[in-house]
């Protein structure tokens, strides 16, 4: 019995105690210090490296003025924004596309549509299959093949 209401002042000392240490802290108006804001709107990117040697990671990309993608034919028909509209759709749709979903372009009157299947390595290199259908004027135009991922970053047609 003297351990059980021993047990009971020492709990009864501890909530008190805390009660007291819990208005203290409510009733202190303690200034918390405001964050500071970098202004620099573009911060320089660090160099990536690749974690086996000191050799850079190439950033993908899809070089402008060759169009193997396109179905030759209908390459001389196609103003340069036309041009630029389907490089962009076949470039994002070979490196970031779903396999089966359509990437759609339409510049000045010209509409494509780009599909990719999965990655597959070939040679150590990601490729991907693609079909690119360019519309002009009521006019289809169909060019399919391989695409893969050099190991400068830029893509080029294989098949």
Same mark, same amino acid.
């Given at each position: 019995?003297?351990?059980?209401?021993?047990?009971?002042?020492?709990?009864?000392?501890?909530?008190?105690?805390?009660?007291?240490?819990?208005? %203290?802290? #409510? %009733?202190?108006?303690?200034?918390?210090?405001?964050?500071?804001?970098?202004?620099?709107?573009?911060?320089?990117?660090?160099?990536?490296?690749?974690?086996?040697?000191?050799?850079?990671?190439?950033?993908?990309?899809?070089?402008?003025?060759?169009y193997e993608y396109i179905d030759s034919s209908i390459l001389g028909q196609l103003t340069p924004a036309q041009?630029?509209?389907? %490089?962009?759709?076949?470039?994002?749709?070979?490196?970031?596309?779903?396999?089966?979903?359509?990437?759609?372009?339409?510049?000045?009157?010209?509409?494509? #549509?780009?599909?990719?299947?999965?990655?597959?390595?070939?040679?150590?290199?990601?490729?991907?299959?693609?079909?690119?259908?360019?519309?002009?004027?009521?006019?289809?135009?169909?060019?399919?093949?391989?695409?893969?991922?050099?190991?400068?970053?830029?893509?080029?047609?294989?098949?």
């Amino acid at each position: 019995m003297k351990m059980l209401r021993a047990i009971a002042l020492v709990s009864l000392a501890l909530v008190v105690a805390g009660c007291t240490r819990t208005a %203290n802290f #409510q %009733n202190s108006q303690t200034v918390m210090p405001q964050p500071t804001v970098l202004t620099n709107p573009l911060p320089q990117q660090p160099s990536v490296t690749a974690p086996s040697d000191s050799t850079p990671i190439q950033q993908a990309r899809l070089d402008p003025g060759s169009y193997e993608y396109i179905d030759s034919s209908i390459l001389g028909q196609l103003t340069p924004a036309q041009r630029s509209a389907a %490089n962009d759709a076949q470039f994002y749709a070979l490196q970031f596309g779903r396999p089966g979903a359509p990437r759609t372009w339409s510049a000045g009157g010209a509409t494509g #549509q780009v599909s990719v299947g999965p990655y597959v390595r070939v040679n150590n290199l990601d490729c991907r299959e693609f079909s690119h259908r360019v519309t002009v004027s009521g006019q289809t135009y169909t060019r399919s093949g391989q695409a893969c991922r050099e190991v400068d970053g830029a893509w080029g047609v294989t098949a």
